[in-house]
DNA sequence: TCGGTAGTTCGACGATCATCGTACTACGAA
DNA sequence: TTCGTAGTACGATGATCGTCGAACTACCGA
């Protein structure tokens, strides 16, 4: 139950370049997309890609190292949340305006 | 005076994948600031940059076949116009979100 | 017509990046 | 304790990317 959560950046020390690098890679937007439709968020695996396990963890620690998302552990799973209150209040409609995009 | 317009996608080929990864470039981020900040249009000589001109005109091109920028020709010159209603519609709030950021 | 100015195009080079397989850690269940 | 599951860390590899200089095009003024 939620005991532990990795290491993130603070919201002051997110940087737009990182989280719209981070952004600009399909893969990556693909997760974005599943936990914003998941607020309570999600477990890594849940998420269907067509990568490999070790690609999927390279991506999180992508967007977690960007300020995109924050993950704690619950057992061996780690759960992943998008970090939409930091995201709003540093690019008030950034995220909604990814979101909204057709596809 | 703004004799020719260079070849752009149309509004609905625009997509957020090649948006984001455009933006997501400190350089191209640079350029996009300044071109907010004149709704005009801007010279892209005039923008200061750390790059040649030839580099300069690499991201001018991505910028533009991303659909984030606009470029006429004016004699030899060439001016680039932010396509704000273009990406406001496709993506509410995400150059607002953007260019809000501290820095 | 002849520079000169503004910008693009074309390789080339080095750096970064996405991907993978393998080995490893951490936890829960039997 | 032993096994299976969930996920990470570590190279390695191939592809993409940012950068540059040099050569080229287009336009304007003298």
Redesign the interface.
């Known amino acids: 139950m939620a005991t532990k959560v990795l290491p993130q950046p603070e919201r002051d020390e997110i940087r737009?370049?990182a989280?719209?690098?981070?952004?600009?890679?399909?893969v990556r937007?693909t997760i974005v997309r599943a936990l914003a439709d998941n607020p309570a968020g999600v477990c890594c695996g849940e998420i269907e890609l067509p990568v490999t396990a070790s690609t999927r963890a390279h991506h999180l620690k992508i967007l977690r190292e960007a300020g995109i998302l924050s993950t704690h552990t619950d057992g061996t799973r780690r759960i992943s949340v998008l970090r939409r209150e930091d995201l709003e209040a540093?690019?008030?409609?950034?995220?909604?305006?990814?979101l909204?995009?057709?596809q």
Request: hydrophobic residues 50%; proline residues 9%; glycine residues 14%.
């Open positions: 737009v370049e989280v719209l690098q981070a952004l600009g890679e399909p937007l540093l690019y008030p409609g950034l995220l909604t305006g990814i909204s995009a057709k």
